[in-house]
């Protein structure tokens, strides 16, 4: 298999929480969140600091892989206890483009940082940045890659529907970026939607992880299956235990030695033998262990903004699992970058 994929990107940023929790203002739709009894101050710093570890841990794992990881330190003066997810509040795109998100929770909002865009910018090719973040003024939302799972190959947005993927802004984001809006309702066993797309589907280069069954129509489930494979990719359904198990927040990388797909251990546990056999055919499987993080409704795919931008010949940051800035986050992170509004 060629180590090259449009669909697995070589690098990706990630952000190092000091002040992570569980965030309550997320937990009214997002099923997959653990919710804490009352803890004291000394608890609660312990968590965090965990969650700060595994990151550091998951992101020394992804470079020994070959992915180069740039790693932002979030210090939580801004109050951010979700800030450890990144990829909701931003995308980017082959050809420098970069998308910003318009977020459905009002504290997730503080966590899109002009450093990260300044990075981008330094290191790698960005011929533009266009921020539907205004959209939240109208109580429009789309969550990024958190939102969207995004077929690269095939230019399909799959969206499964939610308060937090609105098709206004679902639209707007497809006609710039020309993918296909794919959209399908969801149910988990208590009848709730799924909130983010990427908690049940998985969409790599050779292979497609998805729960099947939480589609409860089944013309369009059957539509969504058939779409997977026409490309030729090798369609793996999830039963309800393994989405739970955050078996389809998984990122296909491309490492050193060809591609990588980086989920979480608790995620590989509960693959069967032959799901595992399927995706060892064309990446190898990585786990990361991020136990304490997943208390907050996601996983390692959550936790990976993948970076699919041409890298400039001379970098101005060095690559590899270090904080390159812990500026103040913004919540206009293009107000100054000369980016389109």
Sequence with gaps: MSS???????????IRPHRFHPNPQTAGDNAFQRTLPKADATQWETLAATARDEVSAAAATLEE??????????????????????????????????????????????ERRLDVIDMLKADYRVQDVIDYSGLERDDV???????????HMARIAYTA??????PVALERFCTHFNFEPVCFDTRDASGQPIYHTNVMMSVATEFALIG???????????????RLGESGR???????????????????????????????????????????????????LLPLS???????????????????????????CRHGPRAVGSASPSTDPCASS???H
């Design 4 to 14: 090259f994929s449009i669909q697995a990107p070589a690098a990706v940023v990630m």
């Design 65 to 110: 892989a070959g992915v180069r990881v740039h790693v932002f330190d979030d210090d939580g003066a801004a109050q951010t206890p979700d800030s450890v997810f990144p990829n909701n509040w931003f995308s980017t795109h082959p050809g420098g483009h970069v998308a910003i998100y318009p977020m459905y929770s009002a504290n997730r909002r503080r």
């Design 141 to 151: 939302f789309l969550e990024g890659t958190g939102a969207m799972v995004l077929d």
């Design 161 to 166: 529907r939610s308060r937090r993927a609105d």
């Design 212 to 226: 099947l069954d939480l589609i409860p129509d089944e013309v369009r489930r059957a539509e969504i299956q058939r």
């Design 234 to 284: 090798k369609v793996i359904a999830l039963d309800s235990v393994q989405i739970g198990d955050f078996a389809g927040n998984a990122l296909e990388l491309s490492g050193r030695h060809g591609r990588v797909l980086a989920l979480s251990t608790r995620a590989l546990d509960s693959l069967s033998a032959r799901q595992r056999a399927l995706i060892g055919q064309s990446a190898r």
């Design 290 to 316: 991020v136990p304490t993080i997943e208390m907050a409704g996601g996983s390692v795919r959550c936790m990976l903004a993948g970076v699919h931008l041409a890298q400039r010949p001379n970098p101005a």
């Design 338 to 340: 000369g980016a389109p």
